[in-house]
Each structure stands twice: as C-alpha cells, then as structure tokens.
C-alpha cells in the first residue's frame, strides 16, 4: 500500500495505453476498466466513445489543414512547415488521451487492489477517493450502484483530469500554435459520439474552455444513461441504437 506501488501501476498503465497515435488501443483499455467495474464505472464507458470519436476527428483535421495548406503552396517551405506545427498540435491532444487513459487505470487499479489508503487519497482527494472504494465494493458484492452515485462518480473522475492534465496541456497546445484559422476550427467542434444517434451533437463555442468541456461531459453522461448504458456499450462495436432514437431527450 505504498506510492511505490501506486508509481508501478502509473508505468504499467501507460505501457497498456500505448503510444501516441495508438487511439483503438485506448480504447480496448477502457473498455476493460468499465467491464471490470462491472459496468459502474461510466467514466470510462464515455471516455472510450471519446477515443473513438478522435480517430475519425483526427484524419478529418489533418485532410483539412492540408487543404486550408494549399495556398502556402508558392512560398518555400511554408506549407510544409504548417503541417508539421499542425501534427505537432494534434500529438498534444493524443498526449493529453493517453495520459488521462493511463491515469484513469492506475487510480482505478491501485483503489481496487489497495482501498482507499492515504496514498491515494494525497493524489485524488478523499471524495473521489471514496466514490471508487464504493463502486469497488458494490461490483464485489453484486449490490446496487444507482445511476445517481454513477453520476457522482463520473463528475469526480471528469473534474480530476480537468483539473491536473487536460486544462494545463490544452492551454499549452493552443498557446504554442500559431495557425489562427486551424486554431480557430479546433476550438469549435462538433463531437457527435457513437451512441448518440442522428441529430446529436455537442457543439463547443470554445473547446479550449473547461466549464464547457465539464457541461459536455455531463451532457454525453445523461444522453449515455438515458439511452441505457448496454447500448451505449454496443454502439463501441457499431450495433444499431433502438429504433426511433435520437439522443435528444434529457435527465
């Protein structure tokens, strides 16, 4: 029950989450966690649509840089020097998944393996802390875990790695890059995840900003638990959703 052990399951966990670009593999890894919980832990459930959301984001992003790119075309080495600022940012944001996954199967691992000791408590606070003692608890007991305390449990984790990696990286990544129109796209998404059927989207004014980051997650929380969380998990491999639905009604 040492931080050294909590340091040994960091490395094992960023050893499963692979390297950058390795999105599918992210993928698998928390969809593991969330089976694991045995299907308590939602954080994990969304965080995998928002992998695999990336995926598809990603190959968009870099076919529209090279198209916004094709003006630099008759000054030497302009465009080439675009497109490598824009991987450059976009490695960032798959930094900024692949830490978060790692981070979430370290915290998630050592709390189930250790409890809810000092050590962790100094790294995740003691709320947290005892939101995932209690998802533990309940999966190995086969009790009720109510979608009120999966909600709990999912802010806890959102709020955690809004607070000590995404806001600084994404801060970081749109500071350091200097393409005002590719920048200007990147802060407006519209992230439409698998599960959330035809109409549905959430639509960012500004990605780089946490309060509408947090609203988002929220958001993709309640259309994940209305829907019903099977077929959230279902739509991972491209099942159907149920007839008629399209991801609009609200908790």
Request: glycine share 6%; hydrophobic share 45%; net charge positive.
């Amino acid at each position: 029950m040492t931080a050294a052990a909590y340091e040994q399951l960091r490395t094992e966990a960023y050893a499963l989450a692979g390297e950058l670009p390795d999105l599918q593999q992210r993928i698998k890894l928390y969809r593991r966690l969330y089976h694991e919980s045995g299907k308590r832990h939602v954080f994990a459930l969304i965080a995998a649509h928002g992998s695999l959301w990336a995926t598809g984001y990603f190959r968009l992003g870099k076919l529209g840089a090279r198209i916004a790119s094709l003006p630099s075309l008759c000054i030497p080495g302009k465009r080439a020097r675009q497109l490598d600022a824009v991987a450059v940012f976009a490695d960032r944001f798959r930094s900024i998944n692949r830490e978060v996954c790692a981070e979430a199967y370290a915290i998630f691992t050592y709390t189930r393996q250790y409890g809810g000791n000092e050590v962790i408590r100094a790294v995740i606070g003691a709320r947290f802390t005892r939101l995932l003692v209690d998802c533990h608890a309940s999966c190995a007991a086969g009790t009720e875990f109510p979608r009120y305390k999966r909600e709990q449990l999912f802010h806890a984790f959102l709020a955690w790695e809004q607070d000590h990696i995404v806001v600084p990286k994404v801060a970081e990544a749109f500071a350091s890059f200097d393409w005002p129109l590719i920048a200007w796209l990147a802060r407006r998404p519209a992230i439409r995840f698998a599960y959330f059927g035809k109409h549905k989207r959430l639509r960012f004014r500004d990605f780089s900003s946490k309060d509408e980051r947090l609203a988002a997650g929220m958001q993709a929380f309640r259309i994940a638990e209305d829907l019903g969380l099977q077929a959230v998990d279902d739509a991972l491999d491209g099942k159907s959703l149920p007839a008629g639905y399209n991801g609009l009604k609200q908790a």
